[in-house]
Each structure stands twice: as C-alpha cells, then as structure tokens.
C-alpha cells in the first residue's frame, strides 16, 4: 500500500521560501489517474487544501495560494515537493502531503483524499 512521509525543515524565518518534500513508498507518482497533494492546518483551525501534482506532472493550486506556491516532483526518487514564497507567520500548520486517484480529473477536494502522511509542524518566526 502506498505510504507517505513528509520532511523538512521544521522553522522558517519570515519573508523566506517554505521547502516540504514527501516521499512516496508502495507506488509510483507517475501511476495513472493519481494526484499528489499538498494539505495545511494552523493551530486551531481547519485543513487547507494547497494544491497537487498529477500522475502526468500537471500542477494545480488552491487560487489563494496560488501566487505564492509551487508543486513540483522527481520522478527518479519517487517525491513531490511543495515550495510557499514570502512566509509570514500565518503559514504556521501542519503541513501534510496526500493522495487520491480519480479518473475525473483534479477536484481539490479533502474529501477526495485517500492516503495521508503523519504531517509536519512548519512554524513561522525570526
């Protein structure tokens, strides 16, 4: 079964770029019709979907986020990364990585999400 680790560092200083990487076991991220997501939930509130990259290396993003985020994979180690650009410390949460299959396509929907990581704790602070 497929498995899903998050890594990275676990404090950022504000104004600098946010590095996540997840690394995939039991399966490809290039198998067909899977998406590769990319979740957050701050302290005391709800889970954020960020965005994914498709099995065929299509990215999407959540439109609040989307000028500040990049998805990108390597095929050759099995892992997608997530990058946020200018942080502030409203980007504190947990960030999670999570997959789902779906041959209709990208939905950005939680709902949808059917294998997740543990999560990693990102805080934000100088």
């Known amino acids: 079964q497929v498995q899903l680790q998050e890594s990275g560092p676990d404090l950022v200083k504000p104004s600098q770029t946010l590095s996540l990487t997840c690394t995939v076991s039991?399966?490809?991220?290039?198998?067909?019709?899977?998406?590769w997501s990319w979740i957050r939930q701050p302290p005391g509130k709800g889970l954020e979907f960020m965005g994914a990259?498709?099995?065929?290396?299509?990215?999407y993003y959540s439109p609040s986020l989307k000028s500040r985020t990049s998805i990108s994979r390597d095929t050759s180690k099995n892992q997608f990364s997530l990058q946020l650009s200018s942080v502030t410390p409203e980007d504190t949460a947990v960030y999670y990585c999570?997959?789902?299959?779906?041959?209709?396509?990208?939905?950005?929907?939680?709902?949808?999400?059917?294998?997740w990581g543990q999560g990693t704790l990102v805080t934000v602070s100088s």
């Open positions: 999570a997959s789902y299959s779906s041959s209709y396509g990208y939905t950005g929907s939680l709902g949808n999400l059917e294998v």
């Open positions: 039991g399966g490809s991220i290039t198998t067909s019709y899977y998406y």
């Open positions: 990259i498709a099995y065929e290396g299509s990215s």
